[in-house]
């Protein structure tokens, strides 16, 4: 029943993979809970679901991924109840534990200028990887979106591109001249140098002229980072919380921050002007002569 939810979310839900997986493992640890009670887990009553709870706090995962598995859960048991394998659901209402936001990390102005300047643009590979870091760091765009973005999306003279997101959900993100000449000049001539004869309608190719994963990207960013001599851990979505920082801080409107990256709602968004408040007030107690 437990792949039979998951192709659920699959094919009817069209849920992204990242979150497939993240949903397969919970249900996974839920299945191994509910055996060391030499039950299946259509048996389990909300007093069981409760010390599954408790257990993955106490196994050390943190309040948001506890808050995910608690998500997983309370749709499974509502796949079974309204399928009519159960007579009641034993996770309604079932809640996760409190969560605090954890401030996204984000790279400063120079950092992100240190991190371009990396790439040896005298090479296909090169200026492949700083196209791709151009395009990220203009767009805020998820990796997984940034790895399918194909050639026919582009649309550079007018500055923006199309992309599919989470949900398959389309939308127009815009770009500014930099990248747009960045992804123009990688597009031109390292392109077919990476592709030779094979076809591909992605945009960016790996070293093979197949198609580049997000693990491939994350390798060749983490790479570039520990060039630049970037102090802190390093991910594509490090360049996504920088792009929205940057924008806020600039004095972007939040609702246009919420639509180019994607965002469901506003509330996700607004964990940026949470940074921005703790940028604030530590410029505050640093210079302020009575703070």
């Known amino acids: 029943m437990i792949d039979a939810y998951l192709n659920h979310l699959r094919v009817e839900r069209r849920l992204a993979d990242h979150t497939l997986e993240s949903y397969a493992r919970d249900l996974r640890a839920l299945a191994r809970f509910a055996a060391g009670l030499d039950r299946a887990p259509e048996a389990l009553d909300r007093r069981a679901l409760e010390a599954f709870v408790r257990r993955q706090m106490s196994a050390g995962l943190s ?18 109840a309204i399928g009519g394998r159960l007579a009641e659901n034993p996770a309604d209402g079932l809640r996760p534990p409190q969560a605090w936001p954890a401030l996204p990390k984000f790279l400063a102005i120079d950092e992100v ?3 371009l300047a990396q790439p040896d643009v005298a090479t296909p590979r090169g200026l492949r990887d700083r196209a791709m870091i151009e395009l990220l760091y203009a767009t805020g765009m998820r990796v997984s979106e940034l790895v399918g973005v194909r050639a026919s999306d582009l649309h ?27 992804i123009r000049r990688y597009a031109d001539d390292a392109r077919p140098r990476l592709a030779r004869k094979r076809s591909s309608p ?5 070293a093979r002229g197949g198609t580049l994963s997000r693990v491939g990207f994350w390798k060749i960013l983490k790479a570039h980072a520990a060039r630049a001599g970037l102090r802190q851990a ?13 924008l806020l801080e600039r004095g972007a409107d939040l609702r246009a921050i919420q639509l180019m990256l994607g965002h469901a709602d506003l509330s996700t968004t607004q964990i940026y002007t949470h940074v921005l408040e703790a940028r604030l007030k ?4 640093r210079f302020h002569p009575r703070a």
């Open 63 to 80: 309040p948001r991924s506890v808050a995910r598995a608690v998500a997983a859960v309370r749709g499974y048991y509502r796949f079974l």
């Open 234 to 246: 390093i991910s594509p979505h490090v360049l996504r919380h920088s792009f929205a920082t940057h």
């Open 202 to 206: 992605r945009l960016f190719l790996n």
């Open 113 to 115: 200028d240190a991190l």
């Open 156 to 182: 550079l003279d007018e500055h923006y591109l199309t992309c599919i997101g989470k949900g398959s959900k389309e939308r127009l993100i815009p770009m500014g001249d930099e990248a747009a000449a960045w």
């Open 282 to 285: 530590a410029v505050y107690d």
